[in-house]
Every structure is written in C-alpha cells, then in structure tokens.
C-alpha cells in the first residue's frame, strides 16, 4: 500500500505540467490556422474587394448588395461614391463598397473561355 501512494504522490506533482502543456495546445493549434489558413485567405478577400472598386467604370452592369441591378452612370473619386441607373427615371447613389459584383466584367472574361470549349468540342 505506501508504494501505492508514493507513486500517486508522483503522478499528482507530474499532473500539472502535463495538464498545462495539453492546454497550450489548444491555442497554439488555433493560432497556427489562423496564421496560415484565414489570414491569408482575408488578405485574398480584401484584395479582390479592392480591385473590384477600382475596376468600375461609367457604363458597367453592376449588382448591389440588396439584390438591385443597375447601369453606372457616374463616379465620384473625391466622395466615393457611384450612381447608378436603375430604370429609365430611377437613379441611386451608393457608395463603392455597396457594390457586390460587376457584371460586365465577369461577362467579359467568361467571352474568351467560352470559344475555347467550343473548339474542344
């Protein structure tokens, strides 16, 4: 019986460094996907957002966030801010940010891909 609880004396002073180094793995894998997995995945995000913004031209068929298609008709460098048609007598203004997609230029790079599967077949 006392080498029972000599031995379990042992294992209860050996127990809080285990349990402490089994609770750091927890952040440390946390830590590690975020730095290689959703990090660069936002900065890939934000710069596609940034492009985007920058790509818009007066003309372009856009959607906005709400589900609205329209037509640029105007752009403000100093506000940020774009107009666009919605019908003949609709107009709204928006800022860049509010516009989720263009649609003229996602037509435009599918144009060329399209030829392409054509010939294949």
Known sequence: MPIATLLLAQQQQADPWQALVSVLWIPAIF??????ILRPQV???EAERRALQESL???DRVL????IYGIIV???????EVTVKL????????TRGAISR???KEEQLRQPAEPAKEEKK
């Open 31 to 36: 830590l590690l996907f975020w730095l290689f």
């Open 64 to 67: 906005v966030f709400g589900g």
């Open 43 to 45: 900065k890939r995000q």
């Open 102 to 104: 263009n649609l003229t």
């Open 74 to 80: 105007s752009i403000s460098d100093k506000e940020d």
């Open 87 to 94: 019908d003949e007598n609709a107009r709204m203004k928006v």
């Open 57 to 59: 031209e007066k003309g």
